[in-house]
């Protein structure tokens, strides 16, 4: 199995570089020379990118496309092709097929679960990066139908839309840099989930080059279509395993007219769920967003830059916080009614106290600042130390429950404020409307001592919870070994069947998602 061979693999290694990750896949052979001349048939020069062409690449320059966005996972492929067409994919792939080499496809390279750089032997997988692929393909302002390339990047597609009175229906930290292919690849849920649904929901149709190198255009631009089997979900969240997304079609909402965000200090974190019911009740149609994050994530991104939304001393009780965000047709009305909704909180009191204080961002430019209390997190914890990253879906109520123990079995187990080699910070924030907790545990590095004291501890937990272990960001490659938590037995066999019907050859994102 292959998450228990990197397992083996990592102990050797462990001094120098904790997730080097480099085992032979056994139907996979290595690139050579004659496979990247015939690349360079296919693509032009510039866009291949490898130390066997004739003008080496220096393996230094793939290095960021080997890295995965937290320097957690280091993978050793050899060459990286970058095609400009669908056509130029599917060729690629129909060649990889025919000779058995593995291909990884990149979006943004943002991931956080070890999904989008090879895990095999050196050059059994090429790097097949859609950043070349940037182009918005058609939009219609009356539907608000978009069609793109799946290499655009989120951002760039935001900007787009915006002359148009549209938005993505979509919205997440790293939207700078990933991709709306690797979105929905990987089924991205972040902020704006509560609000616009899935992308389960949103894309209407997607073109992917099947393993095979055929073309599946399914590029749909219909919202109601019952004709039979609705294959382009099954490449909604299947990490590349599957096939490789290079068009999306996808139905963006209209931008809101008014837009408000707050920030609130609650001084226990069990008024977390009271509050959301409270803000549910008063905002209803008009609540866009409902993020929390814990105090030691505050004081984290305050150490890392932010700067403090609230005076210190007004928050110096504060366990926990609250961002949510308002998105409306009507200013008046929208504001009438946050306004009652703070009223009705500030001037609470007793045990009906759920708020200490808060704060209503008056400007765009306060608006962009607390977002960025939140935004900033996973960045500022990147720069904290290592962060051990679980992606979990579980009751709200439970969410600090399941933070403290977790701190508690790392205090247990020693690692805790050990130094050098121990854990820092154990940290809870995430969505709070879509029942996801994103539980971090950052320390100086990356050690089995650690990574065995949380898992499968944590997964255990989560089934305990009856919930799942990864809620929005995937199973990649780190997350392989836990799947079994979520899914059982019959659904990880009918996963493997639809694995083995489009990919008979196995050279689709190998070592991810499923054990081979
Ligand atoms: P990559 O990282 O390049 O790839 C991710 C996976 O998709 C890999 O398995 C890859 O092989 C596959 N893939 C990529 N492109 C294609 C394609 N065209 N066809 C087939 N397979 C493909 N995630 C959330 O869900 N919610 C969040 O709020 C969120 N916030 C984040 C904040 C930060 C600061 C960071 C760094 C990450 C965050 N993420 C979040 C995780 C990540 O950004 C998302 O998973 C994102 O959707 C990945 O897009 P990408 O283009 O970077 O894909
Ligand atoms: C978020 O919600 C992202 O900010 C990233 O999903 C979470 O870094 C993480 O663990
Ligand atoms: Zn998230």
């Given at each position: 199995?292959?998450?228990?061979?990197?397992?083996?693999?990592?102990?050797?290694?462990?001094?120098?570089?904790?997730?080097?990750?480099?085992?032979?896949?056994?139907?996979?052979?290595?690139?050579?020379?004659?496979?990247?001349?015939?690349?360079?048939?296919?693509?032009?020069?510039?866009?291949?990118?490898?130390?066997?062409?004739?003008?080496?690449?220096?393996?230094?320059?793939?290095?960021?496309?080997?890295?995965?966005?937290?320097?957690?996972?280091?993978?050793?492929?050899?060459?990286?092709?970058?095609?400009?067409?669908?056509?130029?994919?599917?060729?690629?792939?129909?060649?990889?097929?025919?000779?058995?080499?593995?291909?990884?496809?990149?979006?943004?390279?943002?991931?956080?679960?070890?999904?989008?750089?090879?895990?095999?032997?050196?050059?059994?997988?090429?790097?097949?990066?859609?950043g070349a692929m940037k182009d918005v393909r058609s939009f219609d302002p009356n539907s608000g139908i978009l069609v793109a390339d799946a290499g655009?990047?989120?951002?760039?597609?935001?900007?787009?839309?915006?002359?148009?009175?549209?938005?993505?229906?979509?919205?997440?930290?790293?939207?700078?840099?990933?991709?709306?292919?690797?979105?929905?690849?990987?089924?991205?849920?972040?902020?704006?989930?509560?609000?616009?649904?899935?992308?389960?929901?949103?894309?209407?149709?997607?073109?992917?080059?099947?393993?095979?190198?055929?073309?599946?255009?399914?590029?749909?631009?219909?919202?109601?279509?019952?004709?039979?089997?609705?294959?382009?979900?099954?490449?909604?969240?299947?990490?590349?395993?599957?096939?490789?997304?290079?068009?999306?079609?996808?139905?963006?909402?209209?931008?809101?007219?008014?837009?408000?965000?707050?920030?609130?200090?609650?001084?226990?974190?069990?008024?977390?769920?009271?509050?959301?019911?409270?803000?549910?009740?008063?905002?209803?149609?008009?609540?866009?967003?409902?993020?929390?994050?814990?105090?030691?994530?505050?004081?984290?991104?305050?150490?890392?830059?932010?700067?403090?939304?609230?005076?210190?001393?007004?928050?110096?009780?504060?366990?926990?916080?609250?961002?949510?965000?308002?998105?409306?047709?009507?200013?008046?009305?929208?504001?009438?009614?946050?306004?009652?909704?703070?009223?009705?909180?500030?001037?609470?009191?007793?045990?009906?106290?759920l708020v200490t204080t808060g704060v209503l961002a008056q400007s765009q430019e306060q608006f962009n600042a607390l977002w960025r209390l939140r935004?900033?997190?996973?960045?500022?914890?990147?720069?904290?130390?290592?962060?051990?990253?679980?992606?979990?879906?579980?009751?709200?109520?439970?969410?600090?429950?399941?933070?403290?123990?977790?701190?508690?079995?790392?205090?247990?187990?020693?690692?805790?404020?050990?130094?050098?080699?121990?854990?820092?910070?154990?940290?809870?924030?995430?969505h709070v409307g879509d029942g996801n907790l994103h539980l971090n545990v950052v320390a100086d590095s990356y050690t089995d001592e650690i990574n065995?004291?949380?898992?499968?501890?944590?997964?255990?937990?989560?089934?305990?919870?009856?919930?799942?272990?990864?809620?929005?960001?995937?199973?990649?490659?780190?997350?392989?070994?836990?799947?079994?938590?979520?899914?059982?037995?019959?659904?990880?066999?009918?996963?493997?069947?639809?694995?083995?019907?489009?990919?008979?050859?196995?050279?689709?994102?190998?070592?991810?998602?499923?054990?081979?």
């Open positions: 199995m292959f998450a228990r061979s990197l397992r083996q693999l990592r102990r050797p290694i462990l001094q120098q570089r904790w997730a080097h990750i480099g085992h032979a896949h056994a139907n996979l052979r290595a690139v050579t020379s004659s496979d990247v001349e015939h690349f360079t048939s296919i693509l032009s020069p510039s866009s291949v990118l490898s130390t066997l062409s004739p003008v080496s690449t220096a393996s230094a320059e793939l290095d960021s496309f080997n890295s995965d966005w937290m320097g957690k996972y280091r993978g050793r492929g050899n060459t990286v092709l970058k095609p400009r067409s669908t056509a130029e994919v599917a060729r690629i792939v129909k060649y990889c097929n025919e000779h058995r080499i593995g291909i990884v496809p990149q979006g943004g390279n943002t991931g956080l679960v070890g999904g989008s750089i090879p895990v095999g032997a050196e050059g059994q997988e090429v790097v097949l990066n859609l655009c990047v989120l951002e760039s597609l935001s900007t787009y839309l915006e002359p148009h009175g549209y938005i993505m229906p979509l919205d997440l930290g790293a939207k700078g840099s990933c991709q709306i292919g690797g979105n929905v690849s990987t089924n991205a849920g972040g902020l704006r989930l509560l609000r616009y649904g899935s992308l389960h929901g949103s894309v209407l149709g997607l073109e992917v080059v099947l393993p095979d190198g055929t073309v599946l255009d399914q590029l749909s631009t219909l919202r109601k279509d019952n004709t039979g089997y609705d294959l382009k979900q099954l490449f909604i969240g299947a990490e590349g395993t599957l096939g490789i997304v290079t068009g999306v079609s996808i139905l963006t909402p209209p931008a809101s007219a008014s837009i408000n965000n707050v920030l609130l200090a609650l001084p226990h974190f069990d008024n977390v769920v009271p509050l959301y019911r409270q803000v549910r009740r008063r905002l209803g149609e008009i609540l866009s967003a409902f993020e929390f994050f814990d105090r030691q994530c505050y004081d984290l991104v305050l150490r890392h830059g932010q700067q403090p939304a609230l005076p210190s001393d007004e928050v110096s009780d504060a366990q926990a916080f609250v961002l949510l965000e308002t998105s409306g047709g009507h200013k008046e009305h929208d504001e009438a009614k946050l306004g009652e909704l703070l009223e009705e909180l500030l001037g609470a009191e007793g045990d009906a106290q935004e900033g997190i996973t960045e500022s914890i990147g720069r904290e130390g290592k962060a051990y990253k679980y992606d979990i879906s579980i009751p709200v109520p439970k969410f600090k429950e399941a933070v403290d123990t977790v701190r508690e079995r790392l205090r247990e187990r020693g690692v805790l404020g050990k130094s050098p080699g121990g854990v820092s910070l154990v940290l809870g924030y995430g065995d004291a949380l898992e499968p501890f944590i997964f255990e937990m989560v089934s305990g919870y009856r919930g799942s272990v990864s809620a929005e960001h995937g199973i990649g490659s780190a997350k392989v070994d836990a799947l079994k938590y979520s899914k059982g037995d019959a659904s990880r066999l009918w996963m493997k069947k639809i694995k083995d019907l489009f990919d008979p050859n196995g050279i689709m994102n190998p070592g991810k998602v499923l054990p081979p």
